[in-house]
């Protein structure tokens, strides 16, 4: 394994963690933010580490999660969701993140910045 792949795994985990102490108050069935990560930030890693091409796997994750997000309530999740991945590594690229709905041209209606109110995300 190369150390990119090592990093990543080592992130999921800590997702997994986290998900495992923080994802009770979501049903089975609704979208979680455990779930979204484990998803979307495994094929997205190394982009989000170190730029370059824009996978098809990482951008089949972000299209699957937004055509996933129907309801106002996912849509909160999914966006608070994506305002916790830089915090997962310091070696993940926020503005990177930020700009993978873009280069997949798939449009979410908020931009992915800490500075996005997620409770006025409809
Ligand atoms: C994050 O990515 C942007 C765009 O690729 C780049 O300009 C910036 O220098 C990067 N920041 C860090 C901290 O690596
Ligand atoms: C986000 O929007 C809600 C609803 O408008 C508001 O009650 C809340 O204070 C806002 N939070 C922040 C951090 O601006």
Redesign the pocket.
């Known amino acids: 394994m190369s150390n990119s792949s090592i990093d990543a795994v080592k992130v999921v985990c800590t997702v997994v963690l986290m998900c495992m102490l923080f994802s009770a108050p979501y049903t089975a069935e609704a979208i979680t933010c455990g779930k979204i990560l484990q998803d979307l930030v495994l094929p997205c890693y190394s982009y989000l580490r170190q730029?370059g091409a824009v996978t098809s796997g990482c951008c089949g994750a972000v299209r699957d999660l937004n055509s996933a997000a129907q309801t106002t309530t996912d849509r909160t999740v999914v966006c608070g969701c994506l305002q916790s991945v830089p915090r997962l590594s310091r070696e993940i690229?926020?503005?990177?993140l930020a700009?993978i709905p873009g280069k997949c041209g798939v449009s979410i209606p908020y931009k992915i910045s800490p500075s996005t109110n997620c409770s006025k995300v409809v």
């Open positions: 730029g690229n926020s503005s990177r700009s």
